[in-house]
C-alpha cells in the first residue's frame, strides 16, 4: 500500500471515528436532555403535589384554630357571665340565680325536644312611669357562648316578631328571613344566621309574661305551625318559673339590665386637698402615703359619724352621700354639720404635721355640698362593680369643689342647699367665678361660715 493510499486509509477512518463520536455525544446529549426533562417534569409534580399537600395541611390547620379559638371564645364568654352573675348574686341573692340556670335548663331541653339549633326566652323591659313595655330583653340565650354574650343587655325592639308575639299573644311559625318584622340587627350583633323561627307566648294567670323563640330547626324541615302543639306543651311550667324571676325587679341586673329607678332626695359632700403634691415632695413615699390615709381616715370618720356612706375616693378627695341608701334624718343640716367638722380636724391635723417639722402649712382642704334627687347604681366591670350615685347634684358638688378657693380651707354650698337650710346656717354670697362649671346647673354659690347657735345637727339617727 503506497504512502498515498495508507493516508486516505487514516483519513477515513478518522473521519469515520470522528462521525461516530459525533452521533454518540448527539446520542448522549439527546439521552441526558430526555431524562432531564422527564425529571424536572417529575420534580414539577412533586412540587405542585408538595404545595397542594401543604395548602391542604394549612387550611385543616386553620380550620382547627379557628375552631379551638370559637372553643376558648365561647368558654371566656361563659365564664365572664358566670362571673358577672355571681357578682350580682351578692346583692340580689342566690334564688335569682338558680332560678335563672333553671330556666336555661329548661330551655335547653325544649329545645332538643323540638330539634331547634337556637333558642331564646324574651321578657318585657319598661321604663319611666308606664307599665307599658319599651322593650324585650334576653332571659336566656341557648346554646351559651360568644353568640349568646354578645346579646347581653340588648333591647329588642316590640315592632320585632317577637315584640309581636309578646303584643298579640299568638303563636307562629315564620320565615325569618322574609319576614319584615325580624330584627337583623340582633343576627349583625350576634354573627347568627337566622332562616326558620317559632315563637310562643309565656302565659302566667292569663297575662303574657315573655316569649319562647326557637330558631333554625335541625335537618332539611323547618318550623311550621305543626310544631306548634309540641311546643306549647312546654310553655306552662316555663312561663311559671319566667314570672318568678320576672316578678322582682332587683333580678334584671342578673341580665345586665338595669331598671328605671325612682330619683331620691340626698345630700353630697364632696371633698379634696390643694397643692397635695407637697406631700411626695417635701416626704419619703411611704410618709405621704401614710399621711394621705390619715387624712382620708379622718375626715371620713366624722362623716360616717354623721350618717354618711362613702361613694368613692378619688386620688386626695372623697365623695360622700347622705340619705343614700341609708336614710338620715335631717340629712342636709347633718352634711354641712359633717362639712365644718370634717375643716376643722384636717386643720387640726395639718398642725400636727407642722409641730413635727414638715413643711405642708401651704396644703388646705376644699368641701363642697349639694343638696337634690340622686340615682344609685351599680357600676363597672361585673367582677370589680361598686354602687354609687349619679345627678345634678353630684356634678354640682365636683364642680363647685374645683372652682373653689385654692390658697385656704373653705367650704361651699349650693344655692338649693342654701335655700333648704335657711335660717339654719351662716353663709356668704360668693361672685359668680366661683361657680365653675356648676354654671351650667346653678346661679348662685355660697360660702359657709357656721351653723346658728342652737341648731347643731347632732350625731346621725
Known sequence: MTPIEMFGLITGSVTVLGAVAAATRYITESHYKAERTILEARTKDLQIALEKSAGEFQRKNDEDRERFQAIIGDLEARNKDLLSAISVTRRVGSAALSRKMEIDDELSSVMTSVGAEKGSIYIPLSRGLSSEPVGLVFLSIQPAGRQAASLKRKIIPMQSIAGRCFRTGEASATQASADPQHFKAADKISGSRIQDMLNSPLRHRGEVIGVLQLMNKKGADQFSADDLPLVESFTASLAQHVSEFARLPENYEILGVTQEQKAQAATVVFCDLTRSSLLFQELSIGVAIQHLNEYLEKVTD??????????????????????????????????????????????????EWSTMGEPLDAMSIRISVAYGEVYEAAVGHPQYQYLTVFGHSVNIAAALCAAADRDRSVIVLDERLYKELAGSIVAERLPKERLGKAASYIESVYELRGIISGLGAGSAE
Open 302 to 351: 366624722v362623716g360616717m359619724r354623721y350618717g354618711a356612706t362613702v361613694d368613692k375616693y378619688i386620688g386626695d378627695g372623697v365623695l360622700l352621700r347622705f340619705n343614700v341608701p341609708r336614710r338620715v334624718k335631717n340629712h342636709a343640716l347633718k352634711a354641712v354639720s359633717a362639712a365644718l367638722e370634717m375643716k376643722d380636724a384636717f386643720e387640726q391635723l395639718k398642725l
